[in-house]
């Protein structure tokens, strides 16, 4: 019996000569459906990333991204020859995935509609890890089995390209041998409905109908991240303690918060308090000589404001979150320092509602509106978010500092903080942890949030959200 690599092999050369003897050059609809790939690429794929394209053909994916540095590779030389063509300032070669050696890393690698084409899927994945760093992004999309029909179809009608014999991997499979090679999926979204320009009909259906109808979508878009472990090595870390009218909680704060990872600072931010939290933070701060302690004031207004200040001013690897009203216990960081520092997330969200909380700490309405709204931004985010509105988000300060510098697609839009961040971290799709903790009443003074004002402005920032995230 041939050994496998022969048998891979020969699969290949198979579906290197079908496509040394295809057209380079796409008919109409396969132009309208590469444009639309191109647009959902280009959303999940930062402009100053590098990119390799897996199985690129003729380079009309690759001359549709944005992206600064693109690299393809490709079975055929014929393909190639025109891709280098198409895509000037690019780097292709003539390479199987299944034996992929570059000899650098990329940010991102595409594999796009080629997937049912490949001799041996999970070797595919496996060999992808010799190409990526611990913050690659694999992005594949593949057709859904619904379509099956319609497009051979449309292959025996001439209005899509012949292909030669080819699998057809469900979600499920792609999903399993993803596992298999190491791979963790974080996001799966089904996209376009109608694949071809039709007066203008391809947006409305594309846009606003698609994220709804899921399940009658052409093809599936999948990101996934590498999940071999990482050495895991200490960490600085920085605790951001934004404090308005919270004068009680500021000494027992700095008791509770201990020491993490290599070391830790703590910052906290007063936002115009009207009792003397700010001497009582100045006093925190003479008072602990020992411990790392920032203080600043607010010139802005609202949490939001007062989180980007302590994290412009953090120096630690992590930076976390953490609500002058104590309701989280400081004593639970340490499990959010250990999702990061582990590499088991990218971004680690407290989660109030799967203990039973103290009796007094969450009213009953509230506790309907944060389960609606859970279930709300799991849809938008695509990720499971049990809880967005705890007030404590972890993330590592390079993931910040990347969230940061996207900021102007989504603009300054939130007075509390955490959704500039959830956001920001679904936008560049990091993986999210939930992080359950035990809730606790306030044992000082009295909660800044506003039930009706504060809710209605949540069902506007889910609005936002879907407009930014979701109807695309």
């Known amino acids: 019996m041939p050994a496998a690599s022969d048998i891979t092999r020969k699969h290949l050369e198979k579906i290197g000569a079908f496509y040394d003897t295809a057209p380079t050059e796409p008919n109409r609809s396969s132009r309208d459906y590469r444009r639309l790939l191109a647009h959902y ?36 030389a014929v393909q190639i020859a025109a891709a280098r063509q198409r895509v000037h300032g ?38 992808m890890h010799c190409v990526s760093h611990e913050n690659t992004r694999l992005i594949l999309n593949y057709y859904s089995s619904l379509w099956r029909p319609i497009l051979s179809l449309a292959g025996t009608l001439g209005f899509k390209a012949r292909q030669p014999q080819s699998s057809w991997l469900s ?68 605790v951001i303690v934004p404090a308005r009218n919270e004068a009680g909680n500021i000494a027992v704060a700095v008791q509770r918060t201990a020491d993490l990872g290599a070391g830790t600072e703590l910052i906290f931010v007063e936002g115009h308090s009207r009792d003397d939290t700010w001497a009582r933070i100045q006093q925190a701060a003479q008072d ?32 976390m979150i953490l609500d002058a009203d104590l309701t989280m216990p400081p004593e639970e960081l340490g499990k959010f320092y250990d999702v990061i520092a582990s590499g088991r ?67 300054d839009f939130d007075p509390f903080g955490d959704f500039d961040l959830l956001f920001g971290a679904a936008k560049l799709n990091l993986k999210i942890a939930d992080v ?10 009295t909660t800044n949030i506003h039930r009706w004002s ?19």
């Open 41 to 76: 690429y280009n959303l999940l794929i930062p402009a100053s990333a590098s990119v390799l394209e897996i199985g690129c053909g003729s380079g009309e994916l690759l001359a549709g991204l944005h992206a600064v540095r693109k690299t393809g590779i490709d079975l055929s």
């Open 90 to 127: 690019a780097e292709f070669y003539v390479q199987a995935g299944e034996f992929l050696e570059l000899p650098r890393q990329f940010d991102y690698i595409i594999v796009s509609d080629t997937l049912n084409l490949a001799a041996d899927v999970q070797r595919l994945f496996e060999r």
């Open 171 to 238: 979600t499920a499979d792609v999903r399993n041998l993803l596992q298999l090679a190491d791979w963790s999926p974080i996001v799966i979204q089904p996209r376009i409905l109608v694949p071809v320009k039709c007066l203008g009909l391809e947006v409305l259906f594309n846009r606003w109908f698609a994220p709804v109808f899921t399940w009658f979508c052409l093809t599936v878009f999948c990101v996934a991240r590498p999940a071999r472990p990482r050495p895991a090595r200490p960490l600085t870390v920085s």
């Open 288 to 319: 602990h000589p020992g411990r790392n302690i920032k203080i600043m004031q607010q010139t802005g207004r609202g949490k939001g404001d007062a989180v980007r200040l302590g994290f412009a001013a953090a120096t630690g690897d992590v930076l």
């Open 345 to 411: 997330a990218e971004f680690a969200n407290g989660v109030r509602l799967v203990y039973p909380m103290d009796e007094e700490a969450m009213q009953f309405l509230n506790l309907c509106a944060n389960k609606t709204f859970g279930l709300i931004f799991t849809w938008l985010l695509g990720q499971p978010v049990k809880d967005t509105l705890c007030g404590t988000k972890v993330l590592s300060r390079a993931h910040y500092e990347r969230i940061a510098a996207n900021r102007t697609y989504f603009g």
């Open 436 to 445: 359950p903790i035990r809730y606790r009443e306030r044992t000082y003074g």
């Open 454 to 472: 504060h809710g209605w402005l949540l069902l506007r920032m889910v609005l936002f959200a879907a407009r930014k995230l979701k109807f695309v």
